[in-house]
């Protein structure tokens, strides 16, 4: 199995192999891909007719690789005459320079061939090929060969040019070469993606044709972008170099929403290069002390889609926020209820926690006042849509059987919620962590109620009806027999009995009762959830639990931080910062680019962590899960006009300063040292130690 190679600019990437290499297939996303659409599907360089082999690959930047490559297979030593060195590049369109060397002392002639083809495959038909509605056509224009699919006002094409003398036809280009000794040839090859059209529900397409920008743009973008973020200064490379790979990673995956001038976070590559609510949420939660100015674009891009009606297709409600936006064929003629979809159930309490977040943090009182109709809408909805049975908690439960997600919380696989024997309930479920996010919007709703909207009565009804939600909470959902929070509730109330790690959600909303905060950190930290490298999903005596599988028992590195986040509220400082070890060791083996998910081994039995085999990489809340890290570790929390720095790090980790700090209070410095091991020892409470490899 050939190693997969991707560069990124936004919603804009390009799978392929270590050659270069982009070969037909129905259901990989390998190929040229761009709001939600595969504008190449074949890609492929030959020499003379042969196929070239890698000599190396180099991953310069995330929208640049080069690749260094012979003709012809593996042979124990290979004496090249001829070597091709393929440089591409993504930023707006993407841009590939070619080019054949000559390395003896005659002249060669070769013909060097590339195979172009475009299937226009959705991203969902990927997931589940299937036929196209309407063919593609080739058309050979001078010097260009387009690539174009239409199916009503439905309008994707591919424009692929060539600097070079060429003879194009509709499945490719060749070009007859002639190199002179020690010298060599060089083509650039432009592709260009074209979406025109109307999508078939409320959101419509424009001409986009998207503008390319040039290397040094992209660079000059990027180092805007990092130098705007604090400075991180560590005796600690692995953690140097996870900060800065987050940074990065960030600014690949940002892109301009064909419908806003905005600019977001796409959630994850290859399956979710678009806007996620609850993903982007949580990301811009995770980001806020370093990148805060994502904020605005998302909260904007939300509220502009926050639903205004009941549509049972895309599980749209007044006041509900998006689940998911899509722009490819599938959504545009409502074959998936993608544009928007509404079918997840915390985007909307989540929506009310970041607006709160975000002017703690910043003091930006003019947003949380221009949206305050959005979030009383957003609060209204946990209420009255959010509360299905009405019995004052949220649950979940599709509108739409057919085609809509059964599941909608964060853990939204088909078994992701179920009894401690393996059992699924019914539906509707009302999972614990969804009522956390509920007590949560409404404190900080009636922060803001009392603070910015000018309505004390509206602010204590808020209160006392989250006093309420955490009383009936924790006495409904607390397990007397294994203190613990139920993973659910289920139709009949009775209580969906798995030990998760939804359970360090709740210390993050503050939904524990005191008394109960310590069994929850014990729990968190035993064997049954704690892995070594990090919480996984589900405990290990559940029936459906499996070190790989999506939700039942692998770690997910934004769970952790949200976990490790919750701990640190609930002043299990230690804690919180035995998980932050564990997940930035893991960083470390994953060269600072942290997965969706990983295995759920114990860490005694491996050296590294076991990777996830479908794992999203690079995806948006585990990129800025170090960066939520790094706020725990150092004890970050806005106070008023002041910024609280109380660091408590682990043994070992050494020495942080994160200098620059934006916020309300402009701009500050944070310092922490973890203590030495005598200095524990001294203390008599010491970090567990790492966990050694068997």
């Known amino acids: 199995m050939r190693k997969s190679i991707s560069i990124l600019d936004g919603n804009t990437f390009l799978v392929c192999d270590e050659r270069g290499d982009v070969d037909p297939s129905p259901s990989v996303p390998t190929g040229l891909f761009s709001y939600d659409t595969r504008f190449l599907s074949t890609w492929r360089l030959r020499l003379d007719g042969e196929r070239l082999h890698a000599l190396s690959v180099d991953d310069i930047r995330y929208f640049e690789t080069r690749f260094f490559l012979v003709p012809g297979e593996p042979t124990h030593y290979v004496d090249a005459k001829v070597s091709v060195i393929r440089n591409r590049m993504i930023g707006g369109s993407f841009v590939e320079d070619l080019a054949v060397l000559n390395h003896g002392d005659r002249e060669v002639d070769v013909t060097v061939r590339v195979d172009m083809g475009s299937d226009f495959a959705d991203i969902f038909e990927v997931k589940n090929p299937q036929p196209k509605k309407a063919p593609v056509s080739a058309i050979v224009e001078e010097g260009q060969l387009r690539l174009r699919y239409r199916r009503d006002r439905f309008h ?41 059209g109307a999508q078939e529900r409320d959101f419509r397409d424009t001409v986009k044709l998207r503008h390319a920008r040039s290397r040094d743009e992209l660079d000059e973008e990027l180092r805007r972008w990092t130098s705007a973020a604090p400075r991180l200064c560590s005796d600690n490379p692995s953690i140097m170099s996870t900060y800065r790979r987050s940074l990065v990673d960030l600014a690949a995956l940002r892109y301009t929403s064909i419908t806003m001038a905005a600019q977001l976070v796409a959630a994850g590559l290859p399956w979710f290069m678009t806007v996620f609510g609850r993903d982007s949420i949580f990301t811009c939660l995770q980001a806020l002390p370093f990148t805060p100015q994502l904020v605005p674009a998302t909260l904007g891009t939300l509220v502009y889609a926050q639903g205004t009606r009941v549509d049972d297709f895309s599980d749209e ?32 309490p989540l929506f009310v926690i970041l607006l709160d977040e975000y002017e703690r943090w910043t003091g930006d009182a003019t947003l949380v006042r221009a949206y305050e109709f959005e979030a009383r809408a ?39 919620v179920s009894y401690r024997d393996g059992r699924l309930p019914g539906f509707p479920r009302a999972t614990c962590e969804l009522q956390g996010y509920a ?140 998980i932050c070890q564990g997940i930035l060791d893991a960083a470390e083996h994953f060269h600072g680019r942290l997965p969706e998910a990983f295995a759920g081994y114990p860490r005694t039995r491996t050296t590294y962590p076991v990777e996830y085999p479908t794992a999203c990489s690079p995806q948006a809340w585990s990129t800025g899960a170090p ?63 790492r966990p050694s490899a068997l």
Not at 162 to 188: C, H, K, N, S
Not at 330 to 348: N, R
Not at 631 to 645: A, K, T
């Open 317 to 348: 409600e007044p006041g509900k926020i998006l689940h998911e936006l899509r722009y490819g064929e599938s959504a545009g003629f409502e074959e998936q209820p993608h544009s928007p979809y509404y079918g997840s159930a915390d985007s909307t």
């Open 378 to 416: 957003a609060l209204r909805w946990i209420d009255t849509y959010g509360d299905l049975l009405d019995t004052g908690y949220l649950w979940y439960q599709t509108r739409n059987p057919a085609t809509g997600l059964p599941n909608q919380c964060w853990k939204d696989s088909p078994d992701s």
């Open 627 to 689: 960066l939520l890290l790094l706020r725990v570790l150092l004890g970050l929390d806005p106070h008023g006009e002041h910024l609280i720095v109380d660091p408590e790090l682990p043994t070992g980790i050494g020495r942080i300063e994160l200098l620059n700090i934006p916020g309300r209070w402009g701009r500050m410095d944070a310092f922490g040292r973890s203590h030495t091991p005598e200095e524990e020892e001294l203390e008599g409470t010491p970090f567990p130690a």
């Open 439 to 578: 007590y949560d919007a409404k404190m900080r709703g009636a922060r803001l109620a009392r603070l910015f909207w000018n309505d004390p009565a509206y602010a204590d009804r808020l209160e006392r009806e989250a006093a309420d939600l955490k009383a009936r909470f924790n006495e409904e959902f607390w397990i007397a027999d294994g203190e613990y929070y139920a993973l659910a509730l289920d139709a009949d109330g009775g209580q969906v009995d798995a030990l998760s790690s939804n359970i360090g959600h709740l210390l993050w909303s503050g939904i524990v009762d005191e008394s109960r905060a310590g069994r929850v950190a014990e729990l968190l930290l035993s064997p049954r959830l704690f892995s070594g490298w990090g919480v996984r999903t589900l405990a290990t005596d559940s029936a459906r639990y499996n070190p790989l599988g999506y939700h039942v028992g692998t770690v997910w590195p934004f769970d952790n931080s949200i976990i490790a986040w919750g701990l640190w509220r609930y002043g299990f400082r230690r804690e919180a910062a035995t």
């Open 156 to 196: 994707r094409e591919t424009v692929i040019s060539t600097d070079a003398a060429a003879l194009i036809d509709p499945g490719g280009m060749t070009f007859q070469v002639r190199v002179p000794p020690q010298g060599e040839w060089q083509t650039r090859l432009q592709v260009r993606t074209l979406v025109l």
